[in-house]
């Protein structure tokens, strides 16, 4: 059977790769976030108290911090992840319902149409 539609797969292959690319790229940052705080966590709060900032909370610039963030950060991630990979799955849901669908009305149409005529048979007569 012909696939219709092909439009709608292609959109729903790119939510799917999209969804993918996110969660790549933000299991990469949630790392990089991980390793800057463990690194240099320290070394901020310590400019920010030098110049005259706000340093804010001590456990917000240093390891604990990092963990939270990274924390935060990789179920950002994966809700993230979630939500564009069901949007590809529902496009394709949809497709598929369409497509059961077609075939069921097409079964239901051959199933129920009158069978083809034939122009009744009459006895030959005999002499």
Known sequence: MEKKFRILRLIGTIWKILAWVALALGLLSSIGILLASV???GILGQLGQQY???AGPAWASGLLGGI???IASLIMTVLY???LYAVGELIYLLLAIEENTRLAAQW???RSAPAAYSPPSYPTPQA
Request: aromatic share 14%; no cysteine.
């Open 52 to 54: 005259g900032g706000t």
């Open 108 to 110: 239901i149409q051959a």
């Open 39 to 41: 690194l240099g966590g």
């Open 68 to 70: 939270v963030l990274f």
């Open 81 to 83: 992840f979630l939500a």
